[in-house]
């Protein structure tokens, strides 16, 4: 990774504009591979920003920063153009930095590269939201848009957690600029290391031995213990099929419970007709009078056979000269 005399790679864009897709992959791909050594080694860049890449005819190289010392946070927020791709962790002290930290900045690069817009920092992303990718920029793919938006995760465990992750995500691209199928075998990080693509010799393809098929498994139906009484393998296969004596059962339990139903409403029914006559009975003074008194029929007035009681007047008024 030694420093390289040439344009950086802010200055190519402003110059010559947003890089085309294929170009910037070969770009992004050689300083993974470099950022990729520099974490086998312990270390985190924690400076990844189009300034710190050098573009020369080789390919592009990254800055080193002097003394492998990382920069301040007074540094970076003095820095208008390296704050941007700083992600939230480098802003915020106490929290430490990890593999996924120059993920977040190398991200943010190739958002650089390919829309000539540079993104918004991590410490203004909760008010101000990033454009989308292809907004910008309609004919990139899905997949470089995907990975940069999770590459810039503001969480960073929300992010890939290793170099090799993060590329993996990206697509590749020949040295015509066509893309081409995903290796599967083989590190591609040997390819490219600060410099132009290296021929390591093809990967010989290993011979591929189909693999035993593996045998179906049976299905629920025939995974049931055997039939002791009826060892018939055609009577066990058939599907079982409910006898008529509980679809009988289930029949008088439903009958039986629509009797149960019209039952209690006759019976309501009655009920409700039994007290409204009492209550009209009652109203007609036919039923629960007090006990009434009658004179003796013998002693009404002009009873045949009987005479009529004398009245004061008939009787002579006493003497008052005869004693007797």
């Known amino acids: 990774m030694d420093n390289k005399a040439g344009q950086t790679l802010e200055e190519v864009v402003q110059s010559s504009g947003p890089l085309p897709e294929p170009q910037a992959m070969n770009y992004v791909r050689q300083i993974g591979s470099a950022l990729s050594l520099l974490h086998q080694r312990g270390r985190i860049h924690q400076g990844v920003n189009p300034r710190s890449i050098v573009c020369h005819s080789e390919g592009v190289a990254l800055v080193d920063p002097e003394g492998g010392a990382p920069p301040s946070l007074a540094a970076l927020q003095s820095d208008s153009v390296a704050i941007r791709y700083a992600p939230i962790e480098q802003l915020s002290p106490g929290l430490p930095s990890t593999p996924a930290t120059d993920i977040y ?39 470089v848009e995907k990975a940069i938006d999770e590459g810039m995760q503001m969480d960073a465990q929300g992010r890939p957690q290793t170099l090799e992750d993060w590329l993996s995500l990206l697509p590749e691209y020949g040295a015509d600029g066509s893309a081409i199928a995903k290796k599967t075998t083989g590190n591609y990080k040997t390819l490219f290391i600060g410099g132009t693509p290296q021929s390591t010799g093809s990967v010989p393809k290993q011979p591929t031995q189909s693999a035993p098929r593996p045998q179906s498994a049976p299905r629920p139906s025939e995974v049931v213990l055997p039939n002791l009484q009826q060892p018939n393998s055609e009577a066990s296969s058939k599907p079982r099929s409910s006898s008529p004596d509980r679809q009988g059962g289930g029949v008088r339990k439903k009958s039986l419970g629509k009797a149960l139903l019209v039952t209690a409403a006759i019976a309501a029914f009655m009920g409700a007709g039994f007290g409204l006559a009492i209550r009209v009975m009652s109203q007609r003074r036919i039923i629960l009078q007090p006990d009434q008194s009658f004179p003796i029929r013998n002693d009404w007035p002009g009873a045949s056979g009987v005479s009529p009681s004398p009245s004061p007047d008939s009787f002579p008024s006493p003497d008052p000269s005869n004693p007797n």
Do not use: C, H, N
């Not at 992303?125 to 793919?141: D, W």
């Open 105 to 143: 900045s190398l991200a943010a690069t190739l958002y650089y590269v390919l829309t000539g817009q540079p993104p918004i920092a991590a410490s203004l992303r909760s008010r101000v939201p990033l454009s989308a990718l292809r907004q910008l920029q309609p004919s990139l793919s899905l997949s």
